[in-house]
C-alpha cells in the first residue's frame, strides 16, 4: 500500500506565502504524474498544478505566476509553493498521485490521495 501525506497548511494573511508538501511512503512504488487539487466548502475539487515524472508542469489560471509546483523524487514528495496568497484560495488542498506497484508478478497503477490539508487566507 501507498501512502500520501501532506503538510504545510494553515492560516495566513492575503498577500502572503506558504509552502504545502506531500510524500508518498510504502515499497516497491513509483511516482508517475503528481498533482495538488484543491476544495472550498460547497464547490466542487478542481485541479491546480500538475507535475509529470520528469518536470513539465501544469497550472490553472487562476494560480499562474503566483503558485510554483515541484517535486523531489528522491524524497518522494511534491510541492506547492504558494506566493501573493488570496481569500479565494482558501480550500483544503489535495495532493494526488498517479502509482505503479507491484502485486505479485503483475504491476499496477492507481490514483492515490492525500488526506487534504487547510489553507485558510483571512486578515
Known amino acids: 500500500q501507498v501512502q500520501l501525506v501532506e503538510s504545510g497548511g494553515g492560516l495566513v494573511q492575503p498577500g502572503g506565502s506558504l509552502r504545502l508538501s506531500c510524500t508518498a511512503s510504502?515499497?516497491?512504488?513509483?511516482?508517475?504524474?503528481m498533482g495538488w487539487y484543491r476544495q472550498a466548502p460547497g464547490q466542487e475539487r478542481e485541479l491546480v498544478a500538475t507535475?509529470?515524472?520528469?518536470?513539465?508542469?501544469t497550472y490553472t489560471d487562476s494560480v499562474k505566476g503566483r503558485f510554483l509546483i515541484s517535486r523531489d523524487n528522491a524524497k518522494n514528495t511534491v510541492y506547492l509553493q504558494m506566493s501573493r496568497l488570496k481569500p479565494e484560495d482558501t480550500a483544503s488542498y489535495y495532493c494526488?498521485?498517479?502509482?505503479?506497484?507491484?502485486?505479485?508478478?503483475?504491476?499496477?497503477?492507481?490514483?492515490?490521495w492525500g488526506q487534504g490539508t487547510q489553507v485558510t487566507v483571512s486578515s
Open positions: 494526488n498521485a498517479d502509482v505503479t506497484y507491484p502485486s505479485g508478478a503483475v504491476y499496477y497503477t492507481e490514483a492515490y
Open positions: 510504502g515499497s516497491g512504488f513509483r511516482l508517475n504524474a
Open positions: 507535475i509529470s515524472e520528469n518536470g513539465i508542469t
